[in-house]
Structure formats: C-alpha cells, structure tokens
C-alpha cells in the first residue's frame, strides 16, 4: 500500500537529522507499531506519512489512488460543546455532507461498536477512555487509507489502556484498517500491532522490523503468553543496541 524509500528529514535550526534514510513498506490491513528512544524521530515520520511535515530527502509511493492518512494525536481534540455523536460526524460535515445524513453515519457507527448510548452526551461526561474511543471512531469515520496514531493512549492509566488496546484490537479486525502507530510502550506496541518497527537514536534509522504472531490479542492474559515475553525480550534488545547507534 505505501513504500517508505529512503526518507531523511534535516531541521535547519539548530541543524539536526532527525530521520536517515528509512525505507520501510507498510502493507493494507496491518496494524505496524513504531517504537524508539525519546527525540528518535517517531513522530517526525509520523508527521511526514501523515502529510503534516515534508521529507528533506526520499519519497513515500502510494499503491493507491487519492491516500488518505487521519492522523489521531495525543489529544483526543474532542469538541467540549459538541455532542458524542457531532464529534464522530465532524470528518463528514467538514465535507459538507447534509448534517442528517452525517450524524446517521455517526449513529450507525456508534451502534456499530456499542456506543450509541453515549450519543448525546458530552466529552466532559465520560471518562478517559470513553474519549478515546469517541475519537477513534470519529476518525474512522473519514474512511482513510491510513489511519495514523500517535501515543493515543498515553495519558490513560494501565487499566483503562489495557481495555481500549483490546477494544482497538476488535475494531481493527472487524473493519480491516489500515493503522500506524507511534508509541513509547513496548507491550501496547505488541499487543496491538502485526509488525513492530524499532528505531536507533537520533538520527533515526530503522533497525529491526519485528513480526508479531500472537492469534488471540483480545485475551486478558495475553502479556503472560511465552510468544508475548519472546517478542518483548528481542525487542528491547534491538532498542538497547539501536540506543547505542550514532
């Protein structure tokens, strides 16, 4: 779907290379997790996928016609004035389709992954990690190529992450997304994605792109799982020797 080919990215001021030369493919319906030491350039890429940030040199070549990357940040940037389901609709009203056909949509979506019944309540009325999945649902909803996640889940506690990983999982599945996702935990890395990417240091560069098979994520005991323990063990070890790397 999008090969990654040879993305460098030079910030003038101060002069830095974030990102050198990254090359990697991303494939339709797969879930792919980046993860890296601080400052890495995690979310540079991110941004540049996303088309928020240009690359200073290198290319991405879409298999598609017209991509289109929805780029969920680390704020869930709900509308505190707009109901649950005015939230979810907001991709559809920006492209100016009838208010009653947007909000049905939303509606169905919501019923879609039990939800409905906060459709008219507000973003202050539910917890944290109801927000989260308002506004993933809410990105969904813009039916892109690619969704693009960054640290979503971060200022969630360990419970409530737990949940909405699973649930992330499901919703994954049950519409065959297509998702990149950056974050700083390793597990959640596992549990959600079907590759792992790991990247050295500034400057980032790719150092291990880690295939994960674990057939049942939504279990409560998936992080005791012997393939889950393997796969964490080789990944900090690549991030331990891709910290060591300038």
Not at 232 to 239: D, F, M, N
Request: hydrophobic share 45%; proline share 7%; aromatic share 6%.
């Amino acid at each position: 779907m999008l090969h990654i080919n040879d993305v460098s990215k030079q910030f003038q001021v101060p002069p830095t290379l974030a990102l050198d030369r990254i090359s990697a493919t991303l494939y339709p319906h797969q879930t792919v997790a980046i993860v890296g030491p601080s400052g890495c350039g995690k979310s540079t890429l991110l941004r540049i996928v996303s088309g928020l940030d240009h690359a200073t040199s290198g290319q991405l070549e879409w298999q598609v016609d017209n991509p289109h990357v929805a780029l969920m940040p680390q704020n869930d940037g709900l509308f505190q004035w707009r109901t649950v389901v005015d939230n979810v609709a907001l991709p559809l009203f920006i492209h100016k389709l009838p208010p009653a056909t947007a909000r049905q949509a939303a509606l169905d979506l919501l019923a879609q992954f039990e939800l409905d019944e906060f459709a008219h309540a507000y973003p202050d009325q539910l917890s944290g990690g109801m927000r989260s999945r308002v506004a993933f649902l809410r990105t969904m909803l813009a039916e892109p190529t690619l969704i693009a996640l960054d640290e979503p889940f971060g200022a969630l506690d360990s419970m409530t992450r737990a949940g909405i990983q699973r649930w992330l999982v499901s919703a994954a599945r049950q519409r065959a997304l297509s998702i990149l996702l950056v974050t700083h935990d390793v597990e959640e890395a596992i549990t959600l994605a079907d590759r792992v990417l790991v990247m050295s240091a500034r400057p980032g560069r790719i150092v291990a792109d880690y295939p994960i098979d674990l057939p049942n994520r939504t279990d409560p005991n998936l992080r005791t799982d012997p393939r889950f323990l393997h796969a964490l063990t080789s990944i900090r070890v690549a991030l331990e020797q891709g910290a060591e790397r300038r």
